[in-house]
């Protein structure tokens, strides 16, 4: 009993951490981009976006090499120590090296082709989209070359040291932001070099910090293929699902830009800046549930991992909905407060759709972490990836049938419930959970706190003129209404019984305090 209040303890600090680390990028975040939009000029932000999106599709296992190397960096530290962490680091820094390498060159040969061919940009600032581009393919390698780095930290919860970073990180991109007006060289290109030398910072930032923690790791002059081995044939099949994730987003925004210009991918791009905002409170939770959700899977504690997949599931959905509701009803007024008059057209529209989108895609995270932990990931990534890639052709047929942009954010919500729903159920194949428990505790309370939260709200939009005062009430009714909803809809009797012993410890230890 000792053991899963402490580790559930250790994610209540975890995620304290993350979430000071967020609430501070968030808002430095939403002003630099404001800075940003406002120096470059729309059409300027629109080929940022379009370039650094492109660069990214390129780097697409970033995310996956950071998971996979995450799970055996925590498999290896239950059952091997350091021994086994040391393994797993040696070989897996090898692995990021070479593969560095390669994207270095695909990004200097098939990269620099679509660049010169493809990309839909006004002439004149053909040049200074180059020298961005080269530069941010330079930064790719130092994000590549850091993630054995980095997933060693999360994976053993330094979440301190990987939210100073972050913090670190995004007050330097701020200083950037707000040098270029002092510049007389040119602002797009010139961005791109800082962002350079911002990511080889972080590199080092975090490789001295891990090489200095845990000393006992170096680079083994000998390879050890079983390692190797085992890695990369975990890695292929996630790399797979991750590729085609990431295709089904940049993918999207190439096909805008080909369409419709730089100035429609300006609108998405400001669009994914709002909903990465208010998703990133999700996202911390999981960040903080997945060491213990591979290190339960791992001791082969199916009954903690369900636990931790049920509660992580209804916490990210809850999280994320109480934020979007207000958002999405005062999308307008929010960007205008964000950007001034310097807001691209179709930006409100666009960001709502991605926010519902964001929403459902909450439900499959702990999927995926629990699907991971087993191992068991082929036909996972299998079925993610064949739908992800249906996405592109399904938007392209209606782009070219004479349907607007919106019309690829529609698309990519009804995928995103289809992709949901065949994860759900491969990820029950592997990891038996109790499935019906799963529907009539996670699922159904979900969708009735979806359907019930916005009322009140909406009907109270309608009384009042548009204004910061409005914007403030419909917040407070929101948190207002979502507060009772997830304790009488979304919890289940034993976990309402833990949050009033929990309230009322709180209140004895208050009391206690003030006598």
Not at 16 to 22: A, K, P, Q, S
Not at 340 to 346: A, K, L, Q, R
Not at 410 to 422: G, K, R
Request: aromatic share 12%.
């Amino acid at each position: 009993m000792a053991a899963p209040l402490q580790d559930n303890r250790r994610i209540a600090k975890n995620t304290l951490n993350l979430y000071i680390r967020m609430f501070f990028v968030l808002v430095v975040n939403l002003y630099l981009m404001r800075v940003l939009l406002h120096t470059l000029g729309i059409t300027d932000y629109g080929t940022y976006t379009i370039v650094i999106g492109f660069v990214t599709l390129f780097g697409f296992f970033n995310t996956t090499l950071s998971s996979t190397i995450q799970r055996y960096y925590n498999y290896a530290g239950t059952k091997d120590g350091e021994r086994g962490l040391q393994q797993v680091f040696s070989n897996g820094f090898y692995i990021h090296v070479l593969l560095a390498v390669v994207v270095l060159i695909l990004l200097e040969t098939g990269g620099l082709w679509y660049i010169y061919n493809r990309l839909v940009v006004p002439p004149s600032r053909f040049t200074a989209t180059l020298l961005l581009f080269h530069a941010s393919a330079v930064s790719m390698v130092f994000m590549i070359l850091q993630i054995p780095f980095v997933s060693l930290i999360i994976s053993q919860e330094r979440m301190g040291y990987y939210s100073a970073v972050s913090i670190i990180d995004i007050l330097l991109k701020l200083a950037a932001t707000l040098s270029l007006s002092k510049l007389s060289s040119d602002h797009l290109s010139s961005y791109g070099l800082m962002l350079c030398c911002i990511s080889l910072f972080n590199f080092l930032l975090y490789s001295g910090y891990a090489m200095y923690v845990w000393r006992f790791l170096r680079l083994s002059r000998s390879i050890d293929t079983e390692v190797i081995r085992s890695l990369m044939s975990f890695t292929g099949w996630n790399l797979m699902g991750t590729f085609a994730f990431m295709l089904r987003g940049q993918g999207i925004s190439l096909l805008l830009n080909s369409f419709f210009g730089p100035v429609v991918n300006a609108a998405r791009g400001l669009a994914m800046q709002v909903t990465n905002a208010i998703a990133n409170f999700s996202t911390n939770i999981s960040v903080a549930f997945s060491p213990q959700v591979i290190n339960a899977v791992a001791a082969d504690d199916n009954r903690r991992a369900e636990q931790l997949f049920f509660t992580e599931s209804k916490i990210c959905f809850a999280m994320l909905l109480t934020l979007a509701v207000p958002l999405c009803l005062e999308m307008d007024y929010v960007l205008g407060l964000w950007l001034g008059n310097s807001v691209p057209p179709n930006t409100g529209i666009f960001s709502i759709l991605m926010i519902v989108d964001a929403v459902i895609c909450t439900l499959n995270t702990p999927c995926t972490q629990l699907t991971m932990a087993t191992g068991q990931i082929r036909n996972y990534e299998i079925a993610s990836t064949v739908i992800n890639i249906c996405l592109l052709p399904c938007c392209y047929l209606f782009l070219n049938m004479g349907f607007d942009a919106t019309s690829s954010f529609v698309i990519t919500i009804i995928f995103s419930i289809i992709l949901q729903t065949a994860c759900l159920l491969i990820t029950h194949r592997y990891f038996r959970f109790n499935f019906r428990v799963y529907l009539s505790d996670v699922l159904l309370p979900c969708l009735i706190m979806a359907v019930i939260l916005p009322i009140i709200p909406m009907a109270f939009k309608t009384l009042l003129p548009q204004s910061f005062i409005r914007l403030f009430c419909l917040c407070v009714i929101d948190l207002a209404v979502a507060l009772p909803l997830c304790y009488f809809v979304l919890l289940n009797s034993d976990e309402k019984q833990k949050t009033r012993q929990f309230v009322r410890s709180r209140l004895t230890n208050r009391n206690s305090t003030t006598i």
